[in-house]
């Protein structure tokens, strides 16, 4: 239920107290949590870091606390789902499949509104993925160890709010030398008018290597809010592809905090696709805190009709022999705005940093809009860094090429539409994820 | 085949062809020659449609139809192409897949079957012998990286795939060194027959010792000044374009006459 209320955080507060207890360690990393949220408040266009996006459609309404989800109990997870089940809410696997990328094999685990759902889950071989809920359950101790440690709720308000919420969301531990052959997919469903507050843990041991990617959907409009949050070690030498896929109702709210720290010598892969919600904000950060850490912070965000999807990144150079590589690339349509802002931060000790940076957008309507930011601070004085921004439209001269050759207008437009979109897909080397989004950028176009 | 009638154009308010008239019969070639600012890559433009002229008076019929009402890719279809004076650049999208939509599309308009990427590579592979090319120029996204030389043979390979009717190639000489201009000019005299026609735009004769036009025209001031056989392309490499500057209009085209 959404009901206008002008405390919407009296709503959280109630929920925040009604929340069943938990272990000692976390119910006080919960109430830190609260603690920043209540301190911070919902952040305003003043706040440097939200000067484009107005967040007051989340802050002005009060969403309830999402409770259906999947059990949590002591059944054992079935290794293979049957297709009759029906799960939480009425998902049905066959409705989970479609945002899958149609390759077997792969771990995939599904989440409705933010709890895991064993019923639409599947798994094959070693398990290196699981419900955070379970593990806090367990006691695994490496939850303790890092949870609530690397994603900064001190700055940020709504990785507060999603800290002084944390219940269930997913743990995947990878030992160190594992090489996990089959990516791992998180699904997170949403639907109905609530709020939730996934939350993931990611700790890859040195030297091992893994795919992760984490798509965000819905399967039908509605309103709702998801505010997730991604915790990411990448132990030395330790190599991880990371894909956040956030395809929300167009009706949605989404916030997505992905946040890595980086070990001496890892890599780390980032690649967000942001299509969908009413208004939306994606954040990855990155940390590279060791000796010649490598990352890649790519993206792509389409937008169209009333959207507002907002994109920030930070790369931070703590280390020194870090390269770091970053191309965003925005299609903005109707009256929609896109925002880019990507920080780069070079420490006074992160001397021989090559940083490259981008951020190109393409307008398709005139009332279309895109704010873009890149910004460097550099305070170390022996590095390469550059950045740069565009912002265009189609260009005619191009248009009329294709024309002259046979090609009409609208597939003029799609072709080269395309061509600026796919551009930056070519970066992803897991070859079912290019080109599934290859074929979604494609069919977004194709009139 | 195509009848230009009293035809004016520009850009905004500044007029550029100044009452053109031409005639071209299928299985001829004409030249359009004339010094810088002519006019003559406006007239390449305008039959081809470029949006940014504007036609101000007079007509083009084409086979009959009128040639202005169609949009750019309508003439295509039918048969127009022109090679361009600067081949544009496309990042992103392969020569394969561009020239592949663009056969397709021609052929679908015609009520044919599309061809899949197989029957497609089977067809270019000796289209791209005529030119001179890597069957490795197919990957590559369309005239990017490409030199001059290489851009002018892409855009006569794209000819000889798509197969017009109307050739109109613009200015395909300029940056051309000796070498390359004899390839172009060798696969735009295979491409000639007696159903199709060919309009040379260029401002150097040269170009027309290896493609020899039927008729030769000589534009100044937005007008056709001059008309004759090949052999007014030779008088004006002698003479330069000054001795035609302020001649008397004239209506052109010995099919006219014929």
Known sequence: ?447 | MLEINDLHAGIGDREILRGISLRVNAGEVHAVMGPNGSGKSTLAQVLAGNPTYEVTGGGVKYNGQDLLEMDPEVRAQNGIFLAFQYPVEIPGVSNAYFLRSAYNEIRKANGQEEVDPLEFLDLVEEKLKLVDMDESMLSRSVNQGFSGGEKKRNEIFQMAVLAPRLAILDETDSGLDIDALRIVAEGVNKLRSPENATIVVTHYQRLLNYIVPDFVHVLANGRIVKSGGKELALELEEKGYDWLQNANPVAAGAGARA
């Open chain 1, 1 to 447: 239920m959404t009901t206008r209320a002008p405390g919407a955080i009296d709503v959280y507060r109630q929920d925040f107290r009604d929340q069943k207890p938990a272990p000692k360690w976390l119910q006080s990393l919960r109430e830190h949590g609260f603690a920043r949220f209540e301190a911070l408040g919902f952040p305003t266009t003043k706040n440097e870091d939200w000067h484009f996006t107005s967040v007051s459609p989340i802050a002005e309404q009060s969403f309830q606390l999402a409770s259906t989800g999947g059990q949590i109990d002591d059944r054992r997870e079935s290794s293979r789902r049957k297709a009759d089940v029906l799960g939480p809410l009425g998902v049905r696997p066959a409705d989970v499949d479609r945002f899958g990328f149609g390759e077997p094999g792969w771990h995939t685990l599904v989440f409705v509104n933010g709890m895991y759902s064993p019923d639409l889950s599947t798994s094959s071989g070693a398990v290196v993925a699981g419900s955070l809920a379970h593990a806090i359950e367990a006691g695994n101790p490496i939850v303790e160890r890092y949870l609530g440690r690397i994603a900064n709720f001190d700055r940020h308000a709504f990785t507060a709010l999603n800290t002084a919420f944390v219940r269930d969301g997913t743990l995947i531990e990878i030992l160190p030398e594992a090489q996990i052959e089959q990516p791992i997919h998180l699904v997170f469903v949403s639907d109905g008018d609530c709020v939730s507050h996934p939350r993931n843990l990611i700790v890859a041991g040195r030297h091992s290597r893994a795919s992760v990617v984490e798509s965000y959907v819905s399967l039908r409009d509605s309103t709702y809010f998801t505010n997730a949050v991604t915790e990411i070690v990448v132990g030395e030498g330790a190599h991880l592809d990371h894909f956040k896929i956030q395809r929300e109702s167009e009706l949605a709210f989404h916030v997505g905090t992905v946040e890595a720290k980086q070990e001496a010598n890892s890599q780390f892969h980032s690649f967000s696709f942001a299509v969908g919600g009413s208004l939306a904000r994606t954040n990855i950060y990155t940390a590279l805190d060791g000796d010649a850490a490598t990352c890649t912070l790519n993206g792509l965000y389409l937008t169209d009709g009333s959207q507002h999807i907002d994109n920030q990144t930070s790369i931070e150079h703590i280390a020194p022999n870090c390269p770091s590589h970053e191309v965003y690339k925005g299609v903005l349509d109707g009256r929609s705005h896109g925002v880019f802002n990507g920080k780069v931060y070079v420490r006074p000790e992160a001397q021989k940093t090559d940083g490259k940076q981008s951020n190109n957008n393409l307008l398709l309507s005139p009332q279309a809009r895109v704010d873009t930011k890149p910004q460097l601070e550099i305070f170390a004085d022996d590095v390469k860094c550059t950045h740069g921004a565009t912002v265009g439209r189609l260009d005619d001269v191009a248009m009329f090429y294709l024309n002259s050759r046979g090609i009409g207008s609208e597939g003029a437009r799609t072709l080269l539409t395309y061509a600026f979109a796919a551009d930056v897909l070519e970066s992803i080397e897991l070859a079912a994820v290019r080109e599934s989004l290859e074929k979604a950028v494609l069919s977004r176009f194709s009139a």
